[in-house]
């Protein structure tokens, strides 16, 4: 064999290996994927597969595939593959030849173009979906359950029953009217999950037996026998908890109990969606509301609350905008509309809060509110703009006065450098931060707002000293002040305005400094007499010791640690043979292993036990996903008591014991210290100081 048909030899070879590895394991991934269904399924899928895919893997096949990704060859590879297996009879050297062209046609096949792995890696990617969604499958079971209960199965109980005359409980639930949910049937439930105001019937088919009880909320009840001879009770679940359902000849069945509330709807303000300054009442605003639930919206409107006057005396008229509803299903609304402001009576001062509201379906009270925002009537709030958004700064940091004073000094060294209308602009704006420093602190001293000509009949009691205290005094000189700044700087006197500001922050100091008119001790000031001191009388006076209290009994720690201590006493005797682990006492309400007498020598009480042990976990806390799990888990110990060996119980009790002492060390696990604060100048010393050892 020349080195040319060698060569072409080794390509076909290795296109063929390459052939039948894509169609193994393509097999092998289609097959993997059913076995999330059947095993016999798997083994079926993969052989047809394989069967079905292996076909395009011979010889001629392959050398097919081969030309046909490169039609450059024109045919040689084919002639070769015909003359290398005898097919084709060719003179020695057009044989020759042909394979001279092939082999140098064969540096430029490119294998994986040829024979693609796209098959092989679709496959791949749905099995491991497959497989993802049956290992999540704990995960998305409940919620989905609740959503939609018609598209999953029914979940039923893996654990065995007692004997012919075991509980078999089917349990219905019926999520509640408006959220047009259908209703779910599961047999022998491990846990019940279901939506807030949902009923829940429960079937006990008890075989012979006579009686039946069940218990809900700390409430027993007897069962009613139905038509059909089987047991009913209907639940309206509320809250999470238990139902524990038993007669005194089988034994007893506990099934945890998960409430979900149904979440408000989601609502929003699109547009505007901020804070507006207009300058009169004449523009005409357009309101975007966006609103979403997850079961059905019921309304969807724009609400307003309208605020007019000033100081403490203020009007509230409340209202709506019609709004124009546009249902993209029964959970996605959007409600758009516009409105003039003119037309809701706005004036120069007036404040409109606006914000959207939607209510889902359920009875009662089931709104939302988005966030609130306003629209103010204000001429010297817009001197900047027709409207604009105010300075997030302004409604997070109170504006200082020093401040102020610093900007209007700014602004008067800057006037050379600057046009008229900037100068004016800038004033403006100085002077409406100083209107609304004057509105805080004012608002402060109790909501007292004068106008002009009250403000100035005050300001000739003060020249003429009728306002004897002092602080009240100067607080008013100082209000005054600023109302002066705020004039001159609306008339762009920038240096008289620094004048009336420094003044301003002088009085505000001089009310702080002597009679300490907010937050004063003293109303006027007054003399200490020295020579008092030390003459009181001391006949009855006695040593005292601050006694540290104590915090209340972490109930939650204690009721974990008897529950731990009751498994551990059942896995500790659950190996014997009598088995003597009696009942808690009902004196206690709980689970602790004192009183225990000798009674209950046989398998069945330790199952009752155990579904005790389980009632006591739920009883603790039914909110634990911890605790729930360790209840189930107890559940199906004492299901399996009798069939299971005594070292598999233990071992069970001892996983089961582990997750409640977890529990019980999260409870009793105190606050976490936190360092003494440090300064950070001196951080690097405090930390030397320690490392030292030395004294601190």
């Known amino acids: 064999m020349s080195p040319d048909e060698r060569q072409i030899s080794s390509v076909i070879d290795r296109a063929m290996r390459r052939s039948r590895f894509i169609a193994v394991a393509e097999a092998a991934a289609w097959g993997a994927a059913a076995a999330t269904i059947s095993l016999p399924a798997a083994i079926v899928v993969a052989i047809v597969v394989a069967g079905w895919r292996l076909r395009a893997t011979r010889r001629q096949r392959v050398v097919q595939i081969v030309e046909r990704a490169h039609p450059q060859a024109h045919n040689l590879f084919i002639t070769a593959g015909e003359l290398s297996s005898g097919v084709l009879l060719a003179?020695?050297?057009v044989r020759q030849r042909v394979f001279e062209r092939a082999a140098a046609a064969s540096r430029e096949v490119d294998l994986p173009a040829a024979l693609p792995a796209a098959a092989m890696i679709r496959a791949i990617a749905v099995a491991g979906a497959a497989w993802l969604v049956v290992v999540s499958a704990t995960v998305w079971r409940g919620p989905l359950a609740r959503v939609a209960p018609g598209i999953i199965a029914p979940q039923t109980s893996t654990t065995a029953r007692s004997g012919p005359g075991a509980l078999q409980v089917t349990a219905t639930i019926q999520p509640p009217?408006?959220?047009?949910?259908?209703?779910?049937?599961?047999?022998?439930?491990?846990?019940?999950?279901?939506?807030?105001?949902?009923?829940?019937?429960?079937?006990?088919?008890?075989?012979?037996?006579?009686?039946?009880?069940?218990?809900?909320?700390?409430?027993?009840?007897?069962?009613?026998?139905?038509?059909?001879?089987?047991?009913?009770?209907?639940?309206?679940?509320?809250?999470?908890?238990?139902?524990?359902?038993?007669?005194d000849e089988v034994g007893r069945r506990l099934i945890p109990i998960v409430v979900s509330p149904d979440a408000l709807p989601a609502v929003r303000v699109a547009t505007p969606g901020r804070d507006l300054v207009y300058a009169d009442a004449n523009p005409r605003v357009t309101f975007?509301?966006?609103?979403?639930?997850?079961f059905g919206l019921r309304t969807l409107s724009l609400q307003y609350t309208k605020v007019s006057g000033s100081g403490e005396q203020f009007d509230f008229q409340e209202g709506e905008i019609p709004l124009t509803i546009v249902r993209a299903s029964d959970r996605e609304w959007r409600g758009s509309g516009a409105q003039s402001l003119a037309a809701l009576g706005l004036k120069d001062g007036d404040v409109l809060v606006y914000r959207a509201v939607a209510a889902d379906a359920r009875p009662g009270n089931g709104a939302a509110s988005s966030d609130a925002f306003f629209i103010e009537i204000s001429k010297l709030g817009v001197a900047a703009g027709d409207a604009f958004t105010l300075p997030e700064q302004e409604s997070r940091y109170a504006l200082s006065q020093e401040m102020l004073i610093i900007k209007t000094d700014r602004l008067n060294r800057a006037r050379s450098s600057m046009t008229p209308a900037e100068a004016g602009d800038a004033s403006l704006n100085l002077a409406v931060e100083q209107r609304m420093i004057r509105a805080e602190f004012v608002f402060m001293l109790g909501g007292e707002v004068q106008d002009e000509e009250v403000?100035?009949?005050?300001?000739?009691?003060?020249?003429?000293?009728?306002?004897?205290?002092?602080?009240?005094?100067?607080?008013?000189?100082?209000?005054?002040?600023?109302?002066?700044?705020?004039?001159?700087?609306?008339?762009?006197?920038?240096?008289?305005?620094?004048?009336?500001?420094?003044?301003?922050?002088?009085?505000?100091?001089?009310?702080?400094?002597?009679?300490?008119?907010?937050?004063?001790?003293?109303?006027?000031?007054?003399?200490?007499?020295?020579?008092?001191?030390?003459?009181?009388?001391l006949s009855q006076a006695v040593d005292w010791r601050r006694e540290t209290s104590h915090g209340g009994e972490n109930r939650r720690a204690l009721l974990l640690q008897d529950l731990v201590s009751g498994i551990g006493a059942l896995s500790s005797a659950s190996s014997l043979r009598p088995l003597s682990v009696p009942p808690p006492s009902p004196s206690r309400g709980q689970s602790g292993d004192g009183g225990r007498t000798q009674e209950g020598r046989s398998p069945a009480s330790a199952a009752a036990r155990a579904i005790e042990l389980a009632r006591e976990a739920l009883r603790i806390d039914p909110e634990s996903a911890a605790l729930r799990r360790a209840a189930a888990d107890l559940q199906r110990i004492a299901d399996t008591w009798s069939a299971s060996s005594p070292d598999a119980r233990r071992q069970a009790l001892e996983a089961v014991a582990l997750a409640v002492a977890g529990e019980a060390a999260h409870a009793l696990r105190g606050p976490q210290l936190t360092p003494p604060p440090v300064s950070p100048p001196l951080a690097g010393a405090f930390a030397d100081a320690l490392r030292r050892g030395g004294p601190r």
């Open 177 to 247: 009217t408006y959220t047009k949910l259908r209703s779910s049937t599961v047999v022998d439930p491990l846990q019940i999950e279901a939506l807030h105001g949902s009923t829940l019937t429960l079937t006990v088919d008890a075989g012979l037996i006579d009686t039946a009880t069940v218990e809900h909320d700390g409430v027993t009840r007897p069962l009613l026998r139905g038509s059909d001879g089987r047991f009913v009770e209907r639940i309206e679940l509320t809250k999470t908890g238990y139902v524990s359902i038993g007669a």
């Open 91 to 93: 003179k020695s050297h």
């Open 288 to 294: 975007e509301a966006r609103a979403t639930d997850d």
């Open 455 to 537: 403000e100035a009949e005050q300001s000739t009691e003060l020249q003429e000293g009728r306002l004897q205290n002092r602080g009240q005094r100067d607080l008013r000189a100082a209000t005054i002040a600023m109302s002066q700044a705020e004039k001159l700087l609306t008339g762009v006197n920038t240096s008289d305005a620094l004048t009336a500001e420094r003044a301003a922050v002088a009085a505000l100091q001089r009310a702080f400094a002597r009679d300490r008119y907010i937050l004063r001790a003293l109303a006027t000031r007054s003399q200490l007499d020295p020579q008092r001191r030390l003459t009181g009388n």
